[in-house]
């Protein structure tokens, strides 16, 4: 059974980074192919791709926010750390975390997110 | 970057199909997904690549695609099919969402 769940701060302040880890269990990242994403959703819209690490350390980060971002594994304790620098009222978001094979490029199990509002 | 089009919202009776469309250039040529979100809850797959269904989802849902637009159909609508629903494809560089969906059962 695959779950995942996202831990972090449920408030940042303007220009502060955001670190997000995802613990993850049913899977490890060291099996071919599997990989683990980020994803966020502001209140009331639609979903955002974040970044994407893959089991052979392969990253993948929206061309947009990819100036912010750093992903990482950690496979001893099953885990995927996002940061996201310069954080600003706009990065107010739901953050969820899901797995992937680079077979279907879909995501098929997410955690239940996490909500991060930015505000002094 | 890709963009997805998809309509703001659907509404269907119980019991009549609804037929949501994810368009996109060349989108035949890419495969699709299809998420279902239903409020505070975490989206879920419930169509994969074009038109295969993950193991639990019931075959009243169905997913197509052609040419400029894909398609995700439901049959024999229930109230508990009321949800957010999002398309998505990966476009060599992203994995891109369309704006998503909002499905009403009246």
């Known amino acids: 059974q695959i779950t995942l769940k996202e831990s972090g701060p449920t408030l940042v302040k303007p220009t502060q980074t955001l670190t997000l880890t995802c613990t993850f269990s049913?899977?490890?990242?060291?099996?071919?192919?599997?990989?683990v994403g980020w994803i966020r959703q502001p209140p009331g819209k639609a979903l955002e791709w974040l970044a994407l690490?893959?089991?052979?350390?392969?990253?993948r980060y929206s061309p947009s926010l990819k100036s912010r971002l750093t992903i990482t594994k950690d496979t001893s304790k099953d885990q995927v750390v996002l940061t996201m620098t310069t954080m600003d009222p706009v990065d107010t978001a739901t953050y969820f975390c899901?797995?992937?094979?680079?077979?279907?490029?879909?995501?098929?199990?997410w955690g239940q997110g996490t909500l991060v509002t930015v505000s002094s | 970057s890709y963009v997805l089009t998809q309509p703001p919202s659907v509404s269907v009776a119980p019991g009549q199909t609804a037929t949501i469309t994810c368009g996109g250039n060349?989108?035949?040529?890419?495969?699709v997904h299809w998420y279902q979100q239903k409020p505070g809850q975490a989206p879920v797959l419930v169509v994969y690549?074009?038109?295969a269904r993950p193991s639990g989802i019931p075959e009243r849902l169905s997913g197509s695609n052609s040419e400029h637009t894909a398609t995700l159909t439901i049959t024999r609508v229930e109230a508990g099919d009321e949800a957010d629903y999002y398309c998505?494809?990966?476009?060599?560089?992203?994995?891109?969402f369309g704006g998503g969906t909002k499905l009403t059962v009246l």
């Open positions: 049913g899977f490890s990242l060291n099996t071919d192919t599997v990989g």
């Open positions: 690490v893959y089991w052979d350390d392969d990253k």
């Open positions: 899901a797995h992937i094979t680079s077979g279907e490029l879909a995501f098929d199990y």
């Open positions: 998505q494809v990966w476009d060599s560089i992203s994995w891109v």
């Open positions: 060349n989108i035949g040529r890419e495969s």
């Open positions: 690549d074009d038109s």
